[in-house]
């Protein structure tokens, strides 16, 4: 009778000892949060080179982020995940053991390889990252790559107006979080986001009001959240004029 030989790489142990287990839970987590840290550090270039970018158009009103679903992004995200799914595995953690147990030679490995790909991918990120950007003017909307104009819209060209002032809670007794959404649609699913990174609402509400008032004019259909009690958390902070402003910007 012969038997099957086991590969080389895998242990012939059934059951690693704690430490072990252990050393492999504390690997992923180290390698999360290295993930975590390499697309923060690639991720702290990008949004500066966007807004450079963004303040070189004539007349910009508001900018907004076109690069969410870049590979390098995705792909960080993926590597944030892949630890705690590979790693307490290859340590001998049944729980987690997608990959069997592996000789400590072959757990080095990967988590060398895993390091590695990490911060690759950080680097890739700050480098490709950011050239995609999305710019509003009184005229209309641009959207650029790598500081070149890739398509224009008017504002008179927009199919529908969509957002409002919204409030959410985690539960009954949180204190309410508050946000703003201003989005303008066009024919071919394009959407420009003029709520993107709102810093003051008062001169934001002042900036799109020019904007607004030229949809309404063109006759571009409203689908606005009536948010009434969100309305006056922002309407408190500012003047009773930018206050009239932004409660007509964001009119249902």
């Given at each position: 009778m012969t038997y099957a030989r086991r590969p080389s790489h895998m242990i012939e142990k059934d059951e690693a000892d704690p430490l072990t287990k252990m050393s492999g839970v504390a690997f992923a987590l180290l390698l999360i949060v290295g993930a975590i840290v390499a697309l923060s550090w690639g991720d702290g270039s990008v949004e500066p080179r966007m807004e450079a970018a963004a303040n070189q158009t004539p007349g910009m009103v508001a900018w907004w982020r076109e690069d969410v679903n870049?590979?390098?992004?995705?792909?960080g995200i993926v590597l944030a995940l892949s630890p705690m799914i590979l790693v307490p595995g290859a340590f001998g953690v049944r729980s987690r053991q997608l990959l069997p147990m592996l000789r400590?030679?072959?757990?080095?490995?990967?988590?060398?390889?895993?390091?590695?790909?990490?911060?690759?991918?950080?680097?890739?990120?700050r480098m490709l990252g950011g050239r995609d950007i999305g710019v509003?003017?009184?005229?209309?909307?641009t959207w650029l790559r790598n500081g070149l104009p890739r398509e224009?819209?008017?504002?008179?060209?927009?199919?529908?107006?969509?957002?409002?002032?919204?409030?959410?809670?985690?539960?009954?007794?949180?204190?309410?979080?508050?946000?703003?959404?201003?989005?303008?649609?066009?024919?071919?699913?394009?959407?420009?986001?003029?709520?993107?990174?709102?810093?003051?609402?008062?001169?934001?509400?002042?900036?799109?009001?020019?904007?607004?008032?030229?949809?309404?004019?063109?006759?571009?259909?409203?689908?606005?959240?009536?948010?009434?009690?969100?309305?006056?958390?922002?309407?408190?902070?500012?003047?009773?004029?930018?206050?009239?402003?932004?409660r007509h910007v964001l009119r249902p």
């Open positions: 870049q590979l390098p992004l995705l792909l400590p030679r072959w757990r080095a490995a990967l988590v060398a390889a895993l390091a590695m790909m990490i911060a690759a991918d950080g680097l890739a990120y509003a003017t009184t005229e209309g909307a224009r819209w008017r504002w008179e060209q927009a199919i529908g107006v969509s957002g409002g002032c919204w409030t959410s809670r985690r539960n009954s007794l949180s204190e309410p979080t508050y946000g703003l959404n201003y989005l303008v649609h066009f024919p071919n699913g394009r959407d420009a986001r003029l709520s993107f990174r709102i810093q003051d609402v008062g001169p934001w509400a002042s900036q799109v009001r020019v904007i607004d008032d030229r949809l309404t004019a063109a006759g571009v259909t409203r689908a606005m959240e009536d948010g009434a009690g969100c309305l006056a958390h922002y309407s408190e902070s500012i003047s009773k004029e930018d206050g009239d402003v932004l």
